[in-house]
């Protein structure tokens, strides 16, 4: 049974950091592609940052480029987003998904079959 568990979400002010984690177990992270995407109310579900299985492409979506970085460990089986230069923009329910290993990083949310039950960001003005 695969299971992803999202975790370091908060509330905290315009320009701080924050690190979320996804912990993944009943599938390793090291043979999957994993992506983060973000939720706010009213809104739909959108690409935040993927990462291939090898760890040899990464993608963003423009709105966070720069600020924002996604990485694995394998040993931990675990996919971590950091955040850095926090906007209110940013506020949002944040999941984390697997998709099929391959090389390019796919931003739809369609390509995805598992996902966690999300954590939440607040960022405050």
């Known amino acids: 049974q695969v299971q992803l568990v999202e975790s370091g979400g908060g509330l905290v002010q315009a320009g701080d950091s924050l690190r979320l984690s996804c912990a993944a177990s009943g599938l390793t992270v090291n043979a999957y592609n994993m992506g983060w995407f973000r939720q706010a109310p009213g809104k739909s579900r959108e690409f935040v940052a993927g990462?291939?299985?090898?760890?040899?492409?990464?993608a963003y979506a423009d709105s966070v480029k720069g600020r924002f970085t996604i990485s694995k460990d394998n040993a931990k089986n675990t996919v971590y987003l950091q955040m850095n230069s926090l906007q209110v923009e940013d506020t949002a329910n944040y999941y984390c998904?697997?998709?099929?290993?391959?090389?390019?990083?796919?931003?739809?949310?369609?390509?995805?079959?598992?996902w966690g039950q999300g954590t939440q960001v607040t960022v405050s003005s």
């Open positions: 998904a697997s998709a099929r290993g391959v090389f390019s990083v796919n931003t739809n949310t369609a390509a995805y079959n598992y």
């Open positions: 990462i291939n299985w090898s760890r040899s492409n990464t």
